[in-house]
């Protein structure tokens, strides 16, 4: 298995729910990421876990709260968000943090 | 403010042409090269890594990497249609483990 799944594909939420969504990899990938996408913007970097531990919080706002349960799942939770949230998120993996990166489809969130 | 600049585009080529896309980069240690394409609403996708100065092959495409420049470039030869897409240059900062610095990518429009 040499992808990166992530789930759901859509999803829209009013600015009261609360979502989360989910990655997954069986690669054996040791780092994992989750990014934010602003259309036809580069994407930028929000959360990475190394090892299953949170390496880097780049100031993400805290209504967006990451969670890895496993070396193979990442789960971004979602609470309370803004219109200007909406976006595509996608998730990342690679063997090592200085490794190569492999995106997800990503999860299309459009915020009511 | 490390940074990687692409030339934004959109490059026009004809079908058969050879496209070439170039980027530079601010960040004197940063190690690891990469290129990603993606599609209109799609997710970024690897086709190439260079982590040493020189040109490396794999099919059509080919990366060259001057790092006394800082110079990374694409060359994708017998442009094709389905090659029509953006083109995101991306580097790894020296500075923080390996997270990636994107450009802001150049949209590739190959000419039937």
């Known amino acids: 298995d040499t992808e990166v799944t992530q789930t759901p594909k859509h999803l829209v939420m009013g600015m009261t729910n609360k979502k989360s969504l989910k990655c997954e990899q069986h690669m054996g990938h040791r780092a994992m990421y989750w990014y934010k996408q602003k259309a036809k913007k580069p994407p930028e970097l929000m959360f990475v876990?190394?090892?299953?531990?949170?390496?880097i919080n780049e100031s993400v706002p805290s209504r967006f709260s990451p969670e890895c349960p496993n070396s193979s799942l990442l789960n971004l939770h979602l609470h309370a968000l803004q219109p200007e949230d909406s976006a595509l998120y996608l998730c990342?993996?690679?063997?090592?943090?200085?490794?190569?990166?492999?995106f997800g489809p990503g999860t299309r969130l459009t915020v009511l | 403010q490390k940074e990687v600049e692409q030339n934004s585009g959109p490059l026009s080529v004809p079908e058969g042409a050879i496209a070439s896309l170039n980027c530079t980069y601010s960040d004197r240690v940063s190690q690891s090269f990469f290129w990603y394409r993606q599609y209109s609403g799609k997710s970024p996708e690897l086709i190439m890594s260079?982590?040493?100065?020189g040109d490396k092959e794999d099919g059509r495409f080919t990366a060259q990497l001057n790092k006394a420049s800082q110079y990374v470039s694409l060359l994708i030869r017998d442009s094709q249609p389905s090659d029509s897409a953006t083109y995101l240059c991306?580097?790894?900062?020296?500075?923080?483990?390996?997270?990636?610095?994107f450009g802001k990518g150049t949209k590739l429009s190959v000419k039937p």
């Open positions: 990342a993996s690679s063997r090592t943090r200085s490794d190569e990166q492999f």
């Open positions: 876990y190394s090892y299953e531990k949170l390496s």
């Open positions: 260079i982590y040493s100065n």
């Open positions: 991306a580097v790894t900062d020296g500075g923080s483990q390996g997270n990636l610095i």
